[in-house]
DNA sequence: GAGTCATGTGAGAGCGCTCTCACGAGCATC
DNA sequence: GATGCTCGTGAGAGCGCTCTCACATGACTC
């Protein structure tokens, strides 16, 4: 198709002016009901959609809201579904607000200035950033200048940020304590990034549990890979050959885990016991199904974007996580 | 957020008209070398960014590209790491361009007309459709409206729409050749959904080879789902229990698969090889690692993301696919 | 010294839309 | 019948930009 109907069309046919077309489209209560139905017809017959840059122009709205992955989130991107998730739940919502999703990984190099200049200028109604470091400054500056931020996951630095968490400390010490219950003496962890609040926070929950019940915590540290949870188990096992139990930061990483494990011939739950985190699809696969703690992702995504879209809503937001018992700490 | 400077304070800045400020920040060259320095010193002392809204309103070019995921793969989307390949490579590629990527996932019901109005009015400057089915209406329905059209994987029907797409067939035939070169006699098949192209290929991939070789061919259907992989590999050892070979038409298949020999107490590759395809993350850490099709889908996102930006180039892409041996085709 | 030409610059139109404001019609009030 | 409403409608400005066109300048030709 060409020449697209312009709203001057529509008026024409329409027989009225372009104001009272322009309220016919933007849904005006104030029209009379015939000539709000010959407009109908006319944009019916026409095939018109409102030209969204014209639109902008005058509202100062882009319609449309950017979800940003830093670049650490983007390296893992392809191989941990939880962003698709979010991603997903994003998409939803936003659907439903019958607006935009500009999507933007940003890359190693400074790309982020791309960003802060895209999202400074009104070509975005808000900025979801998918915050991984929790000392990303990007949303710090976008929230200064002025634009809607939310953020994926809590900001380490405590302010006045808005943001959807899930609950990684609740959840670490629901798992940790299942282990503890299922009478596992020696429980180890893998614990991911120091730099990432997830990390942090699930490490954090392991330490609460164990120092209540009086075990002794064995700590080793990966980035969240399948290959650094393979590591990891291989040192934690150096370290104390006889633990029985591990509780890993994320199934990435006890994926890894578990095949360590099955390498230096330990049965799993039998000699050690394993408790994941995140229950992406492949957890339930694993040989055995791993026992892990569930997050919902969609649900964190719809979050975000129903918080970006409603700037008043300033309420950090936290979401339960579930600990989904599985063959990996079935009881010995 | 503080008014944001327009062209044509800046213009006032630098003592020039806005005409010729806006020459500077597009780049033309006919504007005399200090000129074009004081337009330049004005940018960037009030930090001006050009409105996009404006510039597309008279260019009548959006300045962006929307990536769509028709519902199929939608559903998929979180635990096939492909898409996030794809994503990755269009998204540098856009980047480079500097345009913006817009992200449409399509539910289930009818949210494709909105693709469709979205894409016909002049938002985007092309379209991205990763078909999943190669009978998507909606590549066709937005060529004919004159957008810019390229689809990821080939269309089932032939005709004029550009494509980028693996080489399904060909990965397909190096793997199940791989496998008689092992000498494996009864080799199997777990063919993907045969209403999507990349499931036709790769068994048509597959019957080649063994019609060539005079070898019998025994094929289960899946749906590209590890559930699926389990459950065909669960009816191939029912309809030929001596079978000594597996092609599977995606890793997340043969995921399942590989789960339901261990639980049938065949060894792989002892008693059963097994070959994947794609080359997911996982299939390196699968018990035993698989051998795989690798198919590089971030190239795929970067040679679509260049072909929608040029509409001249109208070729088809077949991208090379590579076998990767692993353990689970070891010589028995 | 008049004519030609390339070159750089500015004036101004106009992209398609929203929104303010003014206005006329209809109705109730006094 | 004059006044004051409300309600629906149209005229018109203007969002920030690009681009065409006309014009000014200076270099060059004959």
């Known amino acids: 198709m060409r020449a697209r109907p312009t709203l001057e069309k529509v008026a024409a046919r329409a027989g009225v002016s372009r104001a009272t077309a322009s309220r016919v489209v933007n849904g005006s209560t104030r029209v009379a009901p015939r000539i709000r139905e010959a407009v109908n017809r006319a944009v019916e017959e026409l095939g018109y959609v ?3 840059a014209a639109r902008s122009l005058v509202t100062q709205r882009a319609d449309s809201i950017a979800l940003v992955f830093p670049e650490p989130a983007t390296r893992v991107f392809s191989d941990d579904p939880t962003f698709a998730g979010i991603i997903r739940g994003v998409s939803l919502e936003i659907e439903e607000a019958d607006k935009q999703l500009v999507l933007m990984l940003t890359g190693p190099d400074g790309s982020y200035q791309r960003v802060e200049r895209y999202a400074t200028n009104g070509h975005v109604d808000g900025v979801i950033v998918a915050s991984m470091h929790g000392t990303d400054p990007l949303p710090g500056i976008l ?9 994926g996951g809590r900001p380490s630095v405590p302010g006045d940020l808005r943001y959807v968490d899930m609950d990684n400390a609740g959840g670490a010490e629901r798992a940790v304590r299942h282990l503890v219950e299922r009478g596992r003496r020696r429980i180890a962890t893998i614990a991911g990034p120091q730099d990432m609040i997830a990390g942090i926070d699930r490490l954090a929950g392991y330490r609460d549990v164990l120092r209540d019940s009086d075990h002794r915590s064995i700590v080793a540290v990966g980035d969240f ?3 650094s949870g393979a590591i990891a188990m291989r040192q934690l096992l150096a370290d104390d050959p006889d633990l029985d139990a591990v509780f890993v930061a994320n199934d990435l990483m006890a994926l890894g885990a578990l095949r360590t494990l099955g390498r230096a011939g330990r049965a799993v739950p039998g000699d050690v016991a394993v408790v994941g985190f995140d229950d992406i699809p492949a957890a339930a696969y694993a040989e055995p199904p791993l026992t892990t703690v569930r997050q919902p992702t969609v649900e964190m995504g719809r979050r975000l974007a129903r918080m970006v879209l409603d700037p008043e809503d300033r ?4 979401l339960p996580t579930e600990l989904v018992v599985r063959e990996s700490t079935r009881r010995s």
């Open 50 to 52: 409102p030209n969204q």
């Open 143 to 151: 929230t200064r200048r002025g634009v809607p931020v939310v953020c």
């Open 225 to 227: 890979t399948r290959e």
């Open 315 to 318: 309420a950090p937001v936290v």
